[in-house]
């Protein structure tokens, strides 16, 4: 199955106080990088979504393979960022799945993403990880709700999409509590 990466390097990093996806983590990798590399290792075509200023990040991700587009100023937002992707990532060849994974989450182990990727091409329609009971991130969302995520807009991503299909959700236990863990502050990570 053709499965698409898209990493999400969009934001704008307000309560962080800088931008956050170029912070370097304890091996010295930018949480973003380190994000993407994590994602890459396990879906080979992959492609991150960065703002029009961040060229620093956008060299450093293209580095190690990643495809890398700029949002315009009118996709700013999660929903509008992850909908250009979307266009971006399947429109000159067919995709089977998308496995959608946030640039502020670099503790997401690898076998957690190949866990979603597989359980996708398994067959799922939306695969979302789980740890001790705790939904987390990326999810993944095969080609029937291509639509569904070229059509987002505003501040809020795909978990509108997961809520109103939770019947053809499939959730996968993983032993990941990397999962559940963004940057969002500078105290987040020392935890």
């Known amino acids: 199955m053709n499965i698409v990466g ?3 390097a969009g934001g704008h990093s307000r309560r962080f106080g800088s931008n956050k996806l170029l ?6 990798q930018a949480v973003a990088v380190a994000a993407g590399r ?9 492609v991150a979504i960065v703002r ?5 990040l956008g060299e450093q991700l293209q580095t190690f393979g990643m495809r890398v587009i ?3 100023e009118q996709q700013q937002e999660m929903g509008d960022s ?7 990532a399947s429109a000159d060849r067919p995709v089977d799945g998308f496995v959608i994974a946030l640039a502020d ?3 997401i182990a690898p076998q957690t993403i190949c866990a979603v990727a597989d359980t996708l091409a398994a067959g799922a329609q939306i695969v979302v990880p789980m740890y001790q009971g705790q939904r987390g991130h990326p999810v993944g969302f095969a080609a029937t709700f291509r639509e569904a995520l070229e059509n987002l807009q505003g501040d809020e991503g795909a978990r509108a999409i997961v809520q109103q299909h939770q019947a053809r959700v499939v959730k996968v236990e993983v032993d990941d509590a990397g999962i559940l863990r963004d940057i969002d502050m500078p105290a987040d990570l020392l935890k």
């Open 6 to 8: 898209i990493l999400l």
């Open 23 to 28: 912070h370097p983590l304890a091996d010295g």
């Open 38 to 46: 994590h994602l890459l290792a396990t879906i080979p075509d992959s």
């Open 52 to 56: 029009p200023e961040a060229f620093v």
């Open 70 to 72: 700029v949002c315009t």
């Open 82 to 88: 992850l909908s250009a992707a979307i266009r971006y």
């Open 105 to 107: 989450m670099p503790y």
